[in-house]
T-cell receptor, first 121, second 114 residues
């Protein structure tokens, strides 16, 4: 099973460049999200989506765009990269919206990708 | 805004011993969920255990159990019979009942020694 697949795993950018981190899941999960992980900061939610065509902001959305045109894919776009965006990025998905999962008695577990390490010079 | 605090940046334990990782959170909500996630050196995050706030009984999963103190807003993780494979970063996380935002703490790095 592929699970959650993130590409690329490593990327170096120059300030001002744009790029897209790809995330795909093959589990037919409705809920998808992007986190960034920084030393001493834990994981912080950037954006999330509860289904195709629906996205919302997390804790640290500035500088990032997302879209959800299909259930499977949830790309994260950096339009003009800045050194402050140097981080490890994780995509995660769940069977349905986490809150719904909880109400329905489903585990509500998030399935994570392996992460993408981004360095902005 | 909800916050999750893990006050122990690093912990160590000898193999077969028991260790407890601390987590506190702040919320004005009454209904929510709490989680412990494990991140081994491979970087992939793995769910360890989950607790619903409305349940008084503490959750357990094999060697992993929690001590959930709702009034104190405390959610500690106890690992019994520690194994070398338990070496990882452990994250406490919080989610309100009717939102889809999972908020993580800063993590505790656990090292299990032989």
């Amino acid at each position: 099973n592929a699970g959650v697949t993130q590409t690329p795993k490593f990327q170096v950018l120059k300030t001002g460049q744009s790029m897209t981190l790809q995330c795909a899941q093959d589990m037919n999960h409705e809920y998808m999200s992007w986190y960034r992980q920084d030393p001493g900061m834990g994981l912080r939610l950037i954006h999330y989506s509860v289904g195709a065509g629906i996205t919302d902001q997390g804790e640290v959305p500035n500088g990032y765009n997302v879209s959800r045109s299909t259930t499977e894919d949830f790309p994260l776009r950096l339009l003009s990269a800045a050194p402050s965006q140097t981080s490890v990025y994780f995509c995660a998905s769940s069977y349905s919206g986490l809150s719904f999962s909880g109400l329905a008695g489903v585990n509500g577990e998030l399935f994570f990708g392996e992460g993408s390490r981004l360095t902005v010079l | 805004a909800q916050t999750v605090t893990q006050s122990q940046p690093e912990m160590s334990v000898q193999e077969a011993e028991t260790v407890t990782l601390s987590c506190t959170y702040d919320t004005s909500e009454n209904n929510y969920y709490l989680f412990w996630y494990k991140q081994p050196p491979s970087r992939q995050m793995i769910l360890v255990i989950r607790q619903e706030a409305y349940k008084q009984q503490n959750a357990t999963e094999n060697r992993f159990s929690v001590n959930f103190q709702k009034a104190a807003k405390s959610f500690s993780l106890k690992i019994s019979d520690s194994q070398l494979g338990d070496t990882a970063m452990y994250f406490c996380a919080f989610m309100n009942y009717n939102t889809d935002k999972l908020i993580f703490g800063t993590g505790t790095r656990l090292q299990v020694f032989p």
